[in-house]
């Protein structure tokens, strides 16, 4: 079991559905990640808020839009996706933003766009 | 520009058979060089990091060395489930890159019991 805990397991949604991705940290961790992953690639950066502010969106298009209402919480809202989304995504947390403390990443949400 | 390459890309060990996994890395100035175990349908498992030439740390059977040029995962009498996906990444102290993580594309291990 990791300490980063994703939600849900599995998703798989249409093109017009609206669905959220929900991760949560309790190590007191105060920089977190979203990154996307295809089969036998490494991950992909999405987003990385420091401090609960938005911090890098690596030119993520408007479809995917990411929430962090607290240093615990992260959110992923996804609207409109394409079937190339379908990926494995992701949620990571680290002490600090880019001091050298290590990603410590969910199990992640394997998400098919029908 | 950054660059991690990993080799070889798939190995295939039998029980017992060390090895060892190459992560050659291009920075302009290396922050920290990071090491993750990752098995299928999972998130990346952290591992090692490691700052500077000369550094070693060792976990069970692994042990991370590295080089102003390359990092080595040595893996000591692999277990069946040392099977996974052993992922390299760097993180540049250019700040101009965010310091964002700049991955490797990993290295497939099986072994055979």
């Known amino acids: 079991d990791t300490e980063v805990t994703q939600t849900p397991k599995h998703l798989v949604m249409g093109m017009t559905n609206k669905k959220s991705l929900k991760c949560e940290q309790h190590?007191?961790?105060?920089?977190m990640y979203w990154y996307k992953q295809k089969a036998k690639k490494p991950p992909e950066l999405m987003f990385v808020?420091?401090?609960?502010?938005?911090?890098i969106n690596e030119s993520v298009p408007s479809r995917f839009s990411p929430e962090c209402p607290n240093s615990s919480l992260l959110n992923l809202h996804l609207h409109a996706l394409q079937p190339e989304d379908s990926a494995l995504y992701l949620c990571?947390?680290?002490?600090?933003?880019?001091?050298?403390?290590?990603?410590?990443f969910g199990n992640g949400t394997r998400l098919t766009v029908t | 520009e950054d660059q991690v390459t990993q080799s070889p890309e798939a190995l295939r060990l039998q029980e017992g058979e060390s090895s060892s996994l190459n992560c050659s890395y291009t920075?302009?100035?290396?922050?920290?060089l990071f090491w993750y175990r990752q098995d299928p349908g999972k998130g990346p498992e952290f591992l090692f990091t490691l700052y500077s030439a000369g550094e070693e740390k060792e976990k069970e059977r692994l042990k991370a060395t590295l080089t102003k040029k390359e990092s080595f995962l040595h893996i000591t009498a692999p277990k069946p489930e040392d099977s996974a996906t052993y992922l390299c990444?760097?993180?540049?102290?250019?700040?101009?890159?965010?310091?964002?993580?700049?991955w490797g594309l990993g290295t497939s291990l099986a072994v055979n019991p």
């Open positions: 920075v302009s100035g290396l922050r920290g």
């Open positions: 808020y420091s401090y609960e502010k938005l911090s």
């Open positions: 190590m007191g961790h105060r920089a």
């Open positions: 990444a760097v993180q540049d102290t250019n700040a101009g890159n965010n310091r964002k993580l700049i």
């Open positions: 990571a947390s680290s002490l600090q933003q880019g001091n050298n403390s290590p990603l410590h």
